[in-house]
């Protein structure tokens, strides 16, 4: 048989590193404690500009984001790569949902990856030196997803064995600050209860596929006053498109609460 070389392991220094890395995620509580982690202690192992992660579900037909955080990464990104009916489109993240293995992606590499799109929309927003990995739940279709760019350094397989070794206990933290921000003292989603009572009203429609111009004959208002609404509820629930705000909302009873 022939013979395949390991994996190499981090050093003695890194992998100290990663172990301190490792027990400062279990003081994340918050949203704001997770995002000062990933550009604070994971910079020292992980140089990176640029950093997303979140909660997405993934099938036959394709991504959809269910929640995103993000520090340092370019406006309109999402939007720019969210197709009609939610999808999301990334190369990267379909290889991953076939390899689950860390993805690395070097500037030169994009075009091999065969999306003409992402191509495009991933070097305009100058992003490059991406490394990205995840954990599946226990269902295989949703996932806790993290991807860094602009590193420093052009990523390679040091990289991925230390993808390998912190992504498992950042998405534990990932899932607990969710959890936390979404339920309140009272078990209702913390999200909702930032949105008034129009806002909510809105959401609702959005959810139910109304454009701002429908929503605001709905509801006996401007269409810039619905345009308006739609922004602060996109805001309040710290998403990046209706897309994403209808994911979250899934479930919801938003007119009764």
């Known amino acids: 048989m022939p013979h395949t070389a390991p994996c190499p392991q981090p050093e003695a220094g890194t ?3 990663v172990i301190a890395l490792q027990q400062a995620l279990e003081d994340v509580a918050t949203q704001s ?8 202690p994971l910079q020292a192992v992980l140089p990176h500009a640029s950093m997303a992660c979140g909660v997405l579900r993934t099938d036959r037909e394709g991504v959809v984001l269910r929640r995103v955080l993000q520090q340092g990464w370019p406006p309109g990104y999402f939007d720019a790569l969210t197709l009609e009916g939610g999808r999301f489109r990334s190369p990267v993240i379909g290889r991953w949902a076939l390899q689950r293995k860390p993805q690395i992606v ?3 590499d994009t075009a091999s990856l065969g999306d003409t799109r992402w191509h495009e929309v ?18 295989s279709r949703s996932a806790s997803y993290f991807c860094l760019s602009r590193m420093e350094d052009a990523p390679g397989e040091q990289t991925e064995a230390l993808l390998r070794l912190l992504t498992p206990h950042m998405a534990l933290a990932l899932q607990r600050v969710l959890l936390a921000e979404d339920m309140g003292e009272d078990h209702r989603p913390a999200w909702l209860q930032r949105l008034t009572e129009r806002e909510r009203l809105v959401l609702h429609w959005m959810c139910q596929g109304k454009t701002n111009w429908e929503i605001a004959r709905i ?15 996109r805001q309040k629930l710290r998403v990046n498109n209706r897309t994403q705000a209808c994911a979250m909302a899934s479930g919801v009873d938003l007119i009764t609460q």
């Not at 404690?33 to 604070?40: K, N, Q, V």
């Open 15 to 17: 992998l100290l590193r």
């Open 219 to 233: 509801c006996g208002r401007s269409e810039h006053t619905i345009k308006n609404q739609v922004e602060s509820v």
């Open 106 to 108: 070097r500037a030169q």
């Open 122 to 139: 991933f070097h305009d927003m100058g992003l490059h030196n991406m490394a990205a990995h995840g954990v599946l739940d226990h269902s």
């Open 33 to 40: 404690d997770f995002l000062a982690w990933t550009t604070g």
